[in-house]
Structures are given as C-alpha cells and as structure tokens.
T-cell receptor
Framework: GESVGLHLPTLSVQEGDNSIINCAYS??????FIWYKQESGKGPQFIID???NMDKRQGQRVTVLLNKTVKHLSLQIAATQPGDSAVYFC???WGTGRRALTFGSGTRLQVQP | GAVVSQHPSRVICKSGTSVKIECRSL??????MFWYRQFPKQSLMLMAT?????????EQGVEKDKFLINHASLTLSTLTVTSAHPEDSSFYIC???????????????FGPGTRLTVL
C-alpha cells in the first residue's frame, strides 16, 4: 500500500513482484533525469538516467519511462529483491553550464520477504 | 561508475566550533562539485555549487559566511561549517559532476555523506 503524509510515501511490495515508483517534475525545461537509490545513512547511488529526447531506457532489472507531456517519470524494478529496499529519488537537471540537480521528495520502497 | 569520497563520515562537535568536511573525486577530475544538506526523512536540498578556482555559488537562504566552500583542486572541495550550532546538525552530502564525453548532460555521483551532530 501507499501512505502519504509528513513522512516519505511508502511503497510495499512482495519479493519477486515488480515495483513501479513514480515521480512528477515541475520544470518543463528539464532535459535530463536521474533516479537515485539511497539506503539509510548513505549517499544517493546512481541507478539510471534518461535524456529528454528519449521516452524509455532500460538497465539491469530497471526501466525508466519519461512522459514529457504530463511531466512524469517512473522507475520500474523487475523481480524486486529485499536489497532493493531503500528510498528512491528522482532528480532533474536543466540549464546550460550550471548542472545543478533538483530532487523530488522521494519514495520509500519496502520489500516484504 | 565514478567514485566520490567524503571525510569524515561522522562528526560530533561542541556548539561554537568549526567543522571541515572534505569531498574528493577519486578517479576523475571534477570541475564542479555540489554540496547538499538532508534532514531526516526529507529530500536533498542544494546548498551551493563549488567551482574549481573560483568562488562558490550559494543557493538562496544559505549563508556563505556560515558555510565556507573551497574548491582548491580538480579533485577536492571542502565545506567548513563555522561556529556550528545544534540547528546545523544534519547529513551533508557532496556530489561531483563527471563531464564524460558529453558536455550537455553530466551524471553526478554522490559521496557517502557526513553526519554532523552539534551538541
């Protein structure tokens, strides 16, 4: 299930199921998007990125979909494993020269064994 | 992927002291590094952009005299929290931009973070 409130939204899935984590971005000028995984007490770990001239990109067990029309980004994780439990952030980048990332609010993924 | 290190990983200090945090790119040269701050259960907030050989660019609301940034080389940026107070307690994370072969989109790699606790 999913809960929204003062804490991070949480997505709970069973081990082996597929997970879909969603992200809405606000800047229509954004041209580069990244998904990061952050485990407790650690820095964000790069998962996959996509440029605005693409609508889908696949990695190992992960797929990122980009819908520029509605400014929506999703991360699909296939055959979710307990080690996938973490907080996932989407980040967007725009502008020439500055290259600063803006992070989304994050989603906590809990994988039930 | 590229590796970014941070030191120290944890620091506890008394109120009023200054703390220096180092961020290093280990296997690439980073002309630009970024410093973020993260409170519990919240997202990362950009504090400043550190450019090698020039002054850092601070985000609105971030005191440049409070958070001193020095990017003296292509592999090292430091963040010094001056006269730290309990409200400065947070998780500080740096990232480095790996220019790669495409200047239009650059992947950022993050350090492991530094947990600062000010008593």
């Amino acid at each position: 299930g999913e809960s929204v409130g003062l804490h991070l939204p949480t997505l709970s899935v069973q081990e082996g199921d597929n997970s879909i984590i969603n992200c809405a971005y606000s800047n229509s000028a954004s041209d580069y998007f990244i998904w990061y995984k952050q485990e407790s007490g650690k820095g964000p770990q790069f998962i996959i990125d996509i440029r605005s001239n693409m609508d889908k990109r696949q990695g190992q067990r992960v797929t990122v979909l980009l819908n520029k029309t509605v400014k929506h980004l999703s991360l699909q994780i296939a055959a979710t494993q307990p080690g996938d439990s973490a907080v996932y952030f989407c980040a967007e980048n725009w502008g020439t020269g500055r290259r600063a990332l803006t992070f989304g609010s994050g989603t906590r993924l809990q994988v039930q064994p | 992927g590229a590796v970014v290190s941070q030191h120290p990983s944890r620091v506890i200090c008394k109120s009023g002291t200054s703390v220096k945090i180092e961020c290093r790119s280990l296997d690439f040269q980073a002309t630009t590094m970024f410093w973020y701050r993260q409170f519990p259960k919240q997202s990362l907030m950009l504090m400043a952009t550190s450019n090698e050989g020039s002054k850092a660019t601070y985000e609105q609301g971030v005191e440049k005299d409070k958070f001193l940034i020095n990017h003296a080389s292509l592999t090292l940026s430091t963040l010094t929290v001056t006269s730290a107070h309990p409200e400065d307690s947070s998780f500080y994370i740096c990232s480095a931009r790996d220019p790669g072969g495409d200047s239009s989109t650059d992947t950022q790699y993050f350090g492991p973070g530094t947990r600062l606790t000010v008593l």
